[in-house]
């Protein structure tokens, strides 16, 4: 049992749930509408507790080419859970050619209008470990460098950042 | 309202043979971070998600997996659903109107902690 409090941010409710008896019950009461409908919503920012363990390494072969690793390894749930709909996206250079990729699981593309590596992976059970191995030839003309973004234009801390 | 047992949200006069509820928890976690492995920034926005098939009187209506149970409220189905020991929330509103909860803590009546709390952050009891 973990004794850890999970907090959660920005919770609503559906109009349903009463709300005076969530504050003092600490339940959830409500008269259900008829059918399907979302009952509560929530986000969770402090110390979450990552269910993948991704391991990348990104290796620039002199200026024209980019050996990209990515291996995850569901670490964080057990062999009879499996996470749906994992999608890895992997920037790479603006002036990007082309790219060759191997995966063991699932499927990735190169994406230019995104200038990134997109990796899918429908169905990942807990405890595989799965790997995209990817090949990234620049354009060779570009006289820009090839990874770093120029330091003039403002913007996201992390926005070229891998996985 | 409290006294028709009428709610805007639900028809009158439902019938069902069999009476159905069913509950998912859709969590989806996003997590940014450098060429080298670093976590610049992680986060996980949930769903609770139901499907509702409740007639105006349920003979018996028993959810037991979830700890949860009906009773009448005026001719209508009333659920409630107990939450993990783990759980606080801050700032809970009714969508999309924020009206504030005062945050909590501690344990709540007949709640057992989930078996994957790690993954799915499962905060309702299942037992």
């Known amino acids: 049992m973990r004794s850890k409090t999970i907090e959660l941010d920005d919770v609503t409710f559906h109009q349903c749930v009463d709300l005076s008896r969530f504050s003092s019950e600490k339940t959830v009461s409500f008269v259900p509408p008829d059918g399907e409908f979302e009952l509560m919503k929530y986000r969770v920012t402090d110390d979450v507790t990552l269910p993948f363990k991704v391991m990348p390494v990104v290796r620039e072969v002199g200026r024209s080419r980019i050996e990209i690793t990515v291996k995850i390894r569901a670490f964080g749930f057990n062999s009879a859970l499996t996470a749906t709909s994992v999608i890895v996206r992997i920037p790479v250079p603006g002036h990007t050619a082309r790219a060759t990729i191997d995966v063991t699981g699932g499927k990735a593309k190169y994406k230019a209008e995104g200038s990134s590596l997109v990796w899918k992976i429908a169905r990942f059970p807990g405890q595989a470990e799965m790997q995209l191995s990817a090949d990234v030839e620049l354009v060779r003309a570009s006289h820009r460098r090839t990874l770093h973004p120029p330091l003039t234009r403002p913007r996201c801390a992390g926005e070229h950042a891998g996985g | 309202m409290q006294v028709t047992g009428a709610v805007s949200w639900r028809r009158e006069g439902l ?4 009476n159905e509820v069913y509950l998912d928890i859709v969590e989806s976690v996003n997590v940014l971070m450098t060429a080298k492995g670093a976590v610049l920034r ?22 037991p997996s979830l700890v949860a149970h009906a009773w009448l409220a005026q001719g209508m189905p009333e659920l409630k659903l107990g939450l993990n020991d783990h759980f606080s929330a801050e700032g809970a509103g009714e969508a999309p109107a924020s009206t504030s ?23 309702l009891t299942a037992s």
């Not at chain 2, 945050?103 to 905060?123: K, V």
């Open chain 2, 42 to 63: 992680s986060d996980v926005s949930g769903k609770v998600l139901m499907k509702c098939f409740l007639s105006v009187r349920p003979a018996c209506l028993r959810l």
């Open chain 2, 101 to 123: 909860i005062p945050s909590f803590g501690g344990g709540s009546p007949g709640g057992a902690s989930s078996g994957y709390a790690d993954t799915a952050r499962s905060w």
């Open chain 2, 15 to 18: 019938r069902y043979k069999k």
